[in-house]
Protein backbone atom coordinates (compact mmCIF):
# COMPACT_ATOMS: atom_id res chain seq x y z
CA UNK A 1 0.00 0.00 0.00
CA UNK A 2 1.05 3.29 -0.61
CA UNK A 3 1.95 6.32 1.65
CA UNK A 4 -0.85 8.65 2.44
CA UNK A 5 0.03 11.72 1.21
CA UNK A 6 1.87 14.22 3.41
CA UNK A 7 0.06 17.21 5.29
CA UNK A 8 1.27 20.43 4.68
CA UNK A 9 1.90 23.13 7.71
CA UNK A 10 2.25 26.85 6.59
CA UNK A 11 4.32 28.01 9.86
CA UNK A 12 5.24 31.76 10.84
CA UNK A 13 1.49 32.86 10.11
CA UNK A 14 0.77 36.39 11.18
CA UNK A 15 -1.96 37.89 9.81
CA UNK A 16 -5.92 36.89 8.42
CA UNK A 17 -4.48 37.29 5.00
CA UNK A 18 -1.70 35.28 5.21
CA UNK A 19 -3.86 32.77 6.96
CA UNK A 20 -6.78 32.78 4.20
CA UNK A 21 -4.48 32.39 1.13
CA UNK A 22 -2.42 29.57 2.81
CA UNK A 23 -6.07 28.11 3.69
CA UNK A 24 -7.67 28.39 0.29
CA UNK A 25 -4.49 26.91 -1.65
CA UNK A 26 -4.60 24.03 0.36
CA UNK A 27 -2.65 24.32 3.64
CA UNK A 28 -3.86 21.44 6.15
CA UNK A 29 -2.83 23.13 9.05
CA UNK A 30 -1.32 26.90 10.37
CA UNK A 31 1.61 27.78 12.65
CA UNK A 32 1.41 30.75 14.96
CA UNK A 33 4.68 31.77 16.29
CA UNK A 34 4.21 32.54 20.62
CA UNK A 35 8.02 32.51 21.47
CA UNK A 36 9.34 36.42 22.01
CA UNK A 37 12.55 35.78 20.13
CA UNK A 38 11.23 35.10 16.84
CA UNK A 39 10.88 37.35 13.81
CA UNK A 40 7.17 36.01 12.99
CA UNK A 41 5.90 36.58 16.68
CA UNK A 42 2.38 36.91 16.63
CA UNK A 43 -0.16 38.16 19.42
CA UNK A 44 -2.78 35.48 20.75
CA UNK A 45 -5.53 37.86 19.38
CA UNK A 46 -4.26 38.08 15.72
CA UNK A 47 -4.14 34.05 15.64
CA UNK A 48 -6.95 33.74 17.26
CA UNK A 49 -8.44 36.09 14.27
CA UNK A 50 -6.57 34.12 11.38
CA UNK A 51 -7.75 30.97 13.05
CA UNK A 52 -11.14 32.04 12.61
CA UNK A 53 -11.03 32.64 9.29
CA UNK A 54 -10.22 29.77 7.99
CA UNK A 55 -12.61 27.28 9.74
CA UNK A 56 -12.67 24.26 11.78
CA UNK A 57 -10.82 22.06 9.00
CA UNK A 58 -7.77 23.71 9.33
CA UNK A 59 -5.34 22.79 12.28
CA UNK A 60 -4.13 25.67 14.05
CA UNK A 61 -0.75 25.16 15.76
CA UNK A 62 0.77 27.04 18.93
CA UNK A 63 4.50 27.40 18.51
CA UNK A 64 6.36 28.11 21.51
CA UNK A 65 9.79 27.75 23.02
CA UNK A 66 10.82 27.62 26.62
CA UNK A 67 8.12 29.26 28.01
CA UNK A 68 6.88 28.47 31.37
CA UNK A 69 3.34 25.85 31.36
CA UNK A 70 1.12 28.38 32.34
CA UNK A 71 2.12 31.11 29.48
CA UNK A 72 1.97 27.93 26.97
CA UNK A 73 -1.65 27.28 28.45
CA UNK A 74 -3.26 30.71 28.43
CA UNK A 75 -1.46 32.20 25.31
CA UNK A 76 -2.74 28.43 23.85
CA UNK A 77 -6.17 29.04 24.83
CA UNK A 78 -6.51 32.80 24.03
CA UNK A 79 -5.55 31.76 20.47
CA UNK A 80 -7.84 28.71 20.19
CA UNK A 81 -4.79 26.36 18.97
CA UNK A 82 -5.73 23.15 17.97
CA UNK A 83 -2.24 22.10 18.80
CA UNK A 84 0.81 23.02 20.17
CA UNK A 85 4.46 22.72 19.01
CA UNK A 86 7.18 22.77 21.71
CA UNK A 87 10.71 23.66 20.69
CA UNK A 88 13.63 23.81 23.33
CA UNK A 89 14.93 21.75 26.12
CA UNK A 90 12.23 20.79 27.87
CA UNK A 91 11.55 17.84 30.26
CA UNK A 92 9.56 14.49 29.52
CA UNK A 93 7.01 15.77 32.44
CA UNK A 94 6.55 19.04 30.91
CA UNK A 95 5.76 17.80 27.77
CA UNK A 96 3.53 15.22 29.13
CA UNK A 97 1.63 18.24 31.50
CA UNK A 98 0.66 20.15 28.02
CA UNK A 99 -0.33 16.91 26.17
CA UNK A 100 -2.66 16.53 28.79
CA UNK A 101 -4.42 19.78 27.04
CA UNK A 102 -3.49 19.57 23.96
CA UNK A 103 -2.07 17.85 21.21
CA UNK A 104 1.55 17.95 20.93
CA UNK A 105 4.37 18.41 18.19
CA UNK A 106 7.68 17.78 20.23
CA UNK A 107 10.50 19.55 18.09
CA UNK A 108 13.54 17.56 18.18
CA UNK A 109 16.77 17.72 16.09
CA UNK A 110 18.95 15.78 14.16
CA UNK A 111 21.27 14.78 17.11
CA UNK A 112 18.54 13.66 19.17
CA UNK A 113 16.32 12.20 16.83
CA UNK A 114 16.52 8.59 17.67
CA UNK A 115 16.64 8.63 21.95
CA UNK A 116 13.99 11.51 21.75
CA UNK A 117 11.64 9.62 19.32
CA UNK A 118 11.68 6.99 21.34
CA UNK A 119 10.67 8.34 23.94
CA UNK A 120 7.38 9.12 22.30
CA UNK A 121 6.64 6.34 21.17
CA UNK A 122 3.15 4.97 22.18
CA UNK A 123 2.34 8.52 23.39
CA UNK A 124 -1.17 9.12 21.41
CA UNK A 125 -0.74 12.92 22.25
CA UNK A 126 3.01 13.44 21.16
CA UNK A 127 3.93 13.47 17.55
CA UNK A 128 7.59 14.12 17.02
CA UNK A 129 8.66 17.00 14.32
CA UNK A 130 12.11 16.74 13.00
CA UNK A 131 13.42 20.41 12.29
CA UNK A 132 17.06 22.25 11.97
CA UNK A 133 19.18 23.40 14.56
CA UNK A 134 18.30 27.06 14.11
CA UNK A 135 14.41 27.07 13.38
CA UNK A 136 13.45 29.50 10.54
CA UNK A 137 16.76 29.89 9.40
CA UNK A 138 16.14 27.85 5.51
CA UNK A 139 19.03 25.95 5.97
CA UNK A 140 17.60 21.72 4.56
CA UNK A 141 18.85 19.01 6.55
CA UNK A 142 20.30 16.12 4.90
CA UNK A 143 17.97 13.90 4.17
CA UNK A 144 19.80 11.07 3.45
CA UNK A 145 21.61 10.78 6.84
CA UNK A 146 18.32 10.72 8.38
CA UNK A 147 16.86 7.48 7.04
CA UNK A 148 17.48 5.52 9.26
CA UNK A 149 16.22 7.05 12.27
CA UNK A 150 13.54 9.41 10.96
CA UNK A 151 10.42 8.15 12.86
CA UNK A 152 7.50 6.81 11.12
CA UNK A 153 4.80 9.34 11.46
CA UNK A 154 6.75 12.01 12.51
CA UNK A 155 6.74 15.53 11.11
CA UNK A 156 9.36 17.53 9.16
CA UNK A 157 10.70 21.13 8.57
CA UNK A 158 13.61 22.91 8.42
CA UNK A 159 14.55 24.56 5.02
CA UNK A 160 11.68 22.92 3.07
CA UNK A 161 10.95 24.87 -0.03
CA UNK A 162 8.89 24.30 -3.57
CA UNK A 163 12.38 23.35 -5.28
CA UNK A 164 13.13 20.95 -2.37
CA UNK A 165 9.83 19.18 -0.73
CA UNK A 166 9.48 16.64 -3.29
CA UNK A 167 12.78 15.65 -2.76
CA UNK A 168 12.53 15.44 1.45
CA UNK A 169 9.06 13.82 0.68
CA UNK A 170 10.78 10.79 -1.49
CA UNK A 171 13.37 10.12 1.21
CA UNK A 172 11.90 10.46 4.84
CA UNK A 173 8.24 9.99 4.17
CA UNK A 174 6.82 12.48 6.92
CA UNK A 175 3.11 12.30 8.09
CA UNK A 176 3.56 16.20 7.28
CA UNK A 177 5.66 18.77 5.80
CA UNK A 178 6.50 22.08 7.51
CA UNK A 179 7.84 25.35 5.92
CA UNK A 180 8.27 29.41 7.14
CA UNK A 181 11.30 31.10 5.51
CA UNK A 182 11.44 29.60 2.26
CA UNK A 183 7.37 31.02 2.04
CA UNK A 184 7.89 34.36 2.69
CA UNK A 185 8.66 37.94 0.98
CA UNK A 186 9.99 39.11 4.10
CA UNK A 187 10.06 38.14 7.56
CA UNK A 188 6.41 37.30 9.02
CA UNK A 189 4.88 38.00 5.45
CA UNK A 190 4.08 35.59 3.09
CA UNK A 191 4.76 35.34 -0.47
CA UNK A 192 1.56 33.93 -2.04
CA UNK A 193 2.92 32.69 -5.35
CA UNK A 194 5.51 30.56 -3.07
CA UNK A 195 2.68 29.31 -0.66
CA UNK A 196 0.74 28.06 -3.57
CA UNK A 197 3.74 26.93 -5.13
CA UNK A 198 4.85 25.19 -2.51
CA UNK A 199 1.50 23.16 -1.82
CA UNK A 200 1.43 22.16 -5.21
CA UNK A 201 4.37 20.94 -5.07
CA UNK A 202 3.82 18.62 -2.36
CA UNK A 203 0.32 17.41 -3.69
CA UNK A 204 2.34 16.56 -7.07
CA UNK A 205 4.54 14.62 -5.46
CA UNK A 206 4.16 10.29 -4.67
CA UNK A 207 5.63 9.06 -1.46
Avoid at 5 to 11: A, E, H, I, L
Avoid at 141 to 170: H, Q
Wanted: proline share 10%; net charge neutral.
Amino acid sequence: MADPMPRVKVCGTTSVQDAVHAAQAGADALGFIFAPISKRLVSPQVARAAGLSVGPAVARVGVFLDQGLDEVLRTAELARVSAVQLHGPLSEAFVRAVANFYPVLRVLRPADLAAGAEVWAGVPAVTPMLDAPQPGGGVPLDWESLRETFPPGAWLAGGLGPWNVAGAIRVLRPACVDAVSQLEARPGVKDPAKVTAFIGAVRATTP
